[in-house]
């Protein structure tokens, strides 16, 4: 009887398994699959609006540098330097460079972008030059103005027409030869300027504090870590600045270095975009300085894909509770419900024994109002009828004798 209970109790605890843990299971798991790929969709898509956010906010910051340069090398000051130059005037050369000295220090205080604005003649020679720390400008004196031959600034501009505009890399400024400490990133425009007869008579350039936007990108926006990289993949702006500069600092570290190369060429070469590697979801967009159509830089936003499934996590630690507690409640009616199920079956098996065996006295009485009372009652009226009916027998035999 006892291998009769467990068998029974086995099947409705199975089936009790099959009919709530199987449907609880499938639609969990519907559900976190749906809502993580929905999730992460959302992110993607919020990555790439704040990499167009801050790739715009670059683009504001640099419109009207071009116009700025342009304007120096056609300002008043500078016409009448040069014509003081070409005309080899001492007294008229030195008030005109006073008088553009003058120029580049207001233009300066009244900007307060400009690292640097200098004039350099043809030969490279820095003749004039204002530096400032973005709030207070500074003439630098003769005997250290310097010669910057030989740069690759001076001498892409110097082969520029009238109006054309040099846009330099993003780099570090370098005095006397050597990148300067602490850093100073800059972007240089620059034109050339000529004499009144038409002959090259050098460039008008300008340093851009290149930090000030910089900072823009450095800034940690929610939840998301951001970073720009130039055309090469080096990094110019970054949270951590052990990997600023790798191309200038010949470090070798880029984005070609932290990510496989499929993933970094595909950010290099799109315009913008989206995409997943690993545990992080990226989006990326293109930034062309003002000026410039060959140069251009990505800023790239990232986000932990865990941070972005929090709640579905939660979500499916919970559903995972709600299937244990489900499990167990399953197990204990499948319990109960064997049991009752079991008893009555399992006593009207032993009475169907002991009729067969001929003990017809115990009656046989269930009362659970369902279909094996029913089947008791019946079984009840067989051992009332084999009863009578044998008490019959016995009496005819007797009267026989």
């Given amino acids: 009887m006892g291998s009769l209970f467990s068998h029974i109790q086995s099947k409705l605890i199975s089936a009790f398994v099959v009919v709530v843990i199987i449907p609880l299971l499938v639609v969990g798991i519907?559900?976190?699959?749906?809502?993580?790929?929905?999730?992460?969709?959302?992110?993607?898509?919020?990555?790439?609006?704040k990499a167009k956010a801050q790739a715009d906010a670059v683009s504001?910051?640099?419109?009207?540098?071009?116009?700025?340069?342009?304007?120096?090398?056609?300002?008043?000051?500078m016409k009448k330097l040069l014509k003081a130059r070409r005309n080899a005037e001492?007294?008229?050369?030195?008030?005109?460079r006073r008088e553009l000295e003058r120029e580049f220090m207001a233009f300066s205080q009244e900007k307060g972008i400009y690292y640097q604005v200098r004039y350099l003649d043809e030969t490279g020679k820095e003749v004039v030059?204002?530096?400032?720390?973005?709030?207070?400008?500074r003439p630098i004196p003769r005997e250290k103005l310097q010669n910057k031959s030989g740069r690759y600034y001076f001498d892409d501009t110097m082969k520029l027409n009238?109006?054309?505009?040099?846009?330099?890399?993003?780099?570090?400024n370098m005095e006397h030869g050597k990148i300067e400490v602490p850093h100073k990133p800059v972007i240089r425009y620059a034109t050339p300027v000529f004499y009144p007869n038409g002959t090259r008579a050098g460039v008008v350039i300008t340093n851009i504090f290149a930090e000030r936007f910089l900072s823009l990108i450095k800034t940690?926006?929610?939840?998301s870590t951001n970073f720009m990289v130039d055309a090469k993949g080096f990094y110019v702006a970054h949270p951590d600045e052990s990997k600023l500069w790798g191309r200038d600092l010949k470090t070798g570290i880029s984005l070609l270095r932290d990510l496989p190369a499929d993933k970094a060429n595909a950010m290099l070469s799109g315009k913008e975009g989206t995409l997943e590697h690993g545990t992080d979801l990226y989006?990326?967009?293109?930034?062309?300085?003002?000026?410039q159509t060959a140069t251009s830089w990505k800023v790239i936003t990232t986000r932990p894909r865990k941070a972005v499934l929090a709640p579905v996590i939660k979500f499916r630690n919970m559903f995972l509770g709600l299937a244990v507690i489900a499990l167990v409640i399953a197990l204990v009616i499948g319990r109960i419900l064997g049991k009752a199920i079991t008893e009555p079956i399992i006593y009207l098996t032993e009475m169907a024994d002991n009729v067969s065996r001929g003990d017809l006295d115990g009656t046989i009485e269930?009362?659970?109002?369902?279909e094996i009372e029913s089947l008791a009652k019946s079984i009840e009226r067989m051992r009332m009828s084999i009863k009578i009916s044998l008490a019959r027998l016995q009496k005819r035999m007797a009267a026989r004798r």
């Fill in 30 to 49: 519907y559900s976190y699959k749906t809502t993580s790929t929905a999730l992460t969709r959302t992110a993607l898509e919020g990555e790439l609006g």
């Fill in 60 to 77: 504001s910051f640099l419109e009207g540098v071009e116009d700025d340069v342009l304007f120096l090398s056609k300002a008043a000051p």
């Fill in 90 to 96: 001492t007294m008229d050369v030195d008030a005109a």
């Fill in 129 to 137: 030059r204002v530096d400032s720390d973005g709030h207070h400008p």
């Fill in 162 to 172: 009238i109006g054309g505009l040099m846009v330099s890399p993003l780099d570090l």
């Fill in 220 to 223: 940690r926006a929610q939840g």
């Fill in 283 to 291: 989006g990326f967009a293109t930034v062309i300085p003002a000026g």
């Fill in 366 to 370: 269930i009362k659970t109002g369902d």
